[in-house]
């Protein structure tokens, strides 16, 4: 299995209520039940302020490098990701359990 790590910041000025945000994690959390890859599904806003924290967080799950590939050129995904890169920046981090 490999676990596939998100994090986003939002860009400066940028609030979570902003109507492309909502939009955003919308398509997010759309993808549970959505993509047949997808092993496990979450996704939430950070709830501290600390200055190192990111704003927003994926935690997902697929069988197998295959799996991620389908999943990240899934025509779903890519529309979430098309928002985002509108109003954020993000980290993933993909290792094996």
Not at 39 to 47: A, D, M, Q, R, S
Not at 80 to 91: I, Q
Request: aromatic share 14%; proline share 4%.
């Amino acid at each position: 299995m490999i676990r596939h790590l998100v994090l986003f910041k939002l860009n400066e000025g940028v609030e979570r209520e902003t109507p492309r945000v909502v939009a955003g994690v919308a398509a997010f959390r759309a993808l549970d039940g959505q993509i047949p890859e997808l092993k496990f599904w979450e996704c939430e806003w950070n709830i501290t302020d600390r200055p190192i924290a990111y704003d927003f967080a994926i935690n997902s799950a697929v069988e197998d490098t295959d799996a991620l590939k389908r999943y990240i050129e899934h025509p779903a995904h890519q529309a979430g990701v098309a928002l985002w890169r509108e109003f954020a920046t993000w980290v993933i981090a993909d290792y094996e359990f």
